[in-house]
């Protein structure tokens, strides 16, 4: 069992993997980019009209960031295809449920609020 033990440490070369610093710098580009952009939108459609389709707009950037960061930091992109439509799959349908309920709650207030006034 000691001659096992020794020979494990024998094959080890003390070499450590170099950081992969060029992807992650990328990364971080790829994240800026996509914030400044959310910047730049919020600023230029800053009238009252385009409220809905602002907020549509970052909603959508917002997402797409998630899933990056998602696959990228959380390694979801190594992963085998079964788990990575186990986590889309109810995430998508779970953002389709918010927008539903949003929309019908939006459409049942203001026929409540004409009702009533």
């Not at 953002?95 to 026929?111: D, F, H, K, M, N």
């Amino acid at each position: 069992m000691a001659s096992h033990a020794a020979t494990d440490h024998a094959n080890l070369t003390g070499e450590l993997a170099k950081p992969n610093t060029g992807r992650i710098w990328r990364i971080f580009f790829v994240l800026v980019g996509i914030t400044a952009l959310e910047f730049a939108i919020t600023f230029a459609l800053e009238a009252q009209h385009f409220r809905t389709m602002r907020n549509s707009i970052l909603i959508g950037l917002t997402i797409l960031k998630a899933f990056f960061i998602v696959g990228e930091f959380m390694h979801l992109k190594q992963e085998t295809k079964g788990l990575i439509w186990m986590v889309l799959v109810p995430t998508v349908l779970l953002i389709w449920l918010l927008v539903a309920l949003v929309t019908e709650g939006s459409a049942i207030g203001e026929t409540l609020a004409h009702m009533f006034s």
